[in-house]
DNA sequence: GACATATAGTTAGTTATGCAACTAATATAA
DNA sequence: TTATATTAGTTGCATAACTAACTATATGTC
């Protein structure tokens, strides 16, 4: 028995990850009170975007942790809201460039406060000593899991 | 500015909780690789049952953080694997208590098992006192957002 | 240059999620 | 006791996830 081990009672609410799935729920409710149709999937696609326009779909991918299958559609449905368009590369056209429209660049200033307020409202009494530590664990855990390969 | 809000490029990976993602997807992960056919959302109703056979749908649903429809959906797939069966309540014939089978009672020792093992994967160099802090703060977080609604 | 391999992205199939509108059964209230 | 409201669960619609199989382009080797 590791003696980092769960509880078996513990391990649940760790691996459903519900703390986290309530914050991204709080946040798509602040985007529609707010009249903004996208998701929080959309957004953090967008989030990376506005940080470097222009990446690709598998960088895109690598940066929200996601397969390119799930990248795939995903920017399928911002192309459908005039949020983004693909361009292909001119150095290797298998390679899909992802841009921003007009239409999307307004939206990150609205859309980061939205999110600064969800923070504000999931993080109420929590001092930044154990924001400290909770960040670097979840960033333990994963890479605990991704540096290596099962079997 | 609260203090305890987060800087910009630090917003994406706690609400996207990609380290909790990771966790459950290794799990997943470990269930195929030992043959079982079962995905962690049903594990996530199968692991309440154990603990109490008989529970209606609604109160699965309160207990695994999902409304009442994905509750809904998640038996019948539970109900078309024969792992799960539905009775109608005699008190009140609105509600369904769902009962483990046969074929699901033997799955809680191998699946138990490969939780644990998940978790050891994923708590590697992390020490139990991070563990109470992370999950301390990520309940803090839940009841945060579930104790009021939104306006 | 030709053939095998690797890489970027797409598509098909299945499961899961949330919201909103619905049905059926029960509880409340006039 | 009949009308109204509430509750448990289901269904329709849209988005999103993963795996596996596929296409098209690039690269590497003989």
Redesign the pocket.
């Given at each position: 028995m590791s003696n980092n081990q769960f509880k078996r009672g513990e391990l649940y609410s760790v691996i459903n990850g519900m703390a986290t799935?309530a914050v991204a729920?709080r946040l798509q409710?602040n985007f529609r009170n707010a009249g903004l149709e996208i998701?929080i999937?959309?957004w953090s696609v967008l989030y990376h975007l506005w940080k470097e326009d222009g990446l690709?779909?598998?960088?895109l991918?690598n940066r929200t942790?996601?397969?390119?299958?799930?990248?795939?559609?995903?920017?399928?449905?911002l192309e459908?809201q005039e949020l983004v368009t693909?361009v292909a590369s001119k150095d290797?056209?298998?390679?899909?460039?992802v841009y921003l429209t007009d239409i999307a660049k307004p939206l990150q200033q609205i859309t980061y406060e939205l999110a600064n307020k969800t923070m504000n409202e999931s993080l109420q009494n929590i001092s930044k000593e154990e924001i400290e530590v909770v960040k670097n664990v979840l960033q333990r855990v994963y890479d605990n899991l991704t540096s290596k390969d099962l079997i």
């Amino acid at each position: 028995m590791s003696n980092n081990q769960f509880k078996r009672g513990e391990l649940y609410s760790v691996i459903n990850g519900m703390a986290t799935t309530a914050v991204a729920r709080r946040l798509q409710k602040n985007f529609r009170n707010a009249g903004l149709e996208i998701t929080i999937e959309q957004w953090s696609v967008l989030y990376h975007l506005w940080k470097e326009d222009g990446l690709s779909q598998l960088e895109l991918g690598n940066r929200t942790f996601r397969d390119k299958a799930s990248t795939t559609r995903l920017i399928d449905n911002l192309e459908k809201q005039e949020l983004v368009t693909r361009v292909a590369s001119k150095d290797d056209r298998r390679i899909n460039l992802v841009y921003l429209t007009d239409i999307a660049k307004p939206l990150q200033q609205i859309t980061y406060e939205l999110a600064n307020k969800t923070m504000n409202e999931s993080l109420q009494n929590i001092s930044k000593e154990e924001i400290e530590v909770v960040k670097n664990v979840l960033q333990r855990v994963y890479d605990n899991l991704t540096s290596k390969d099962l079997i």
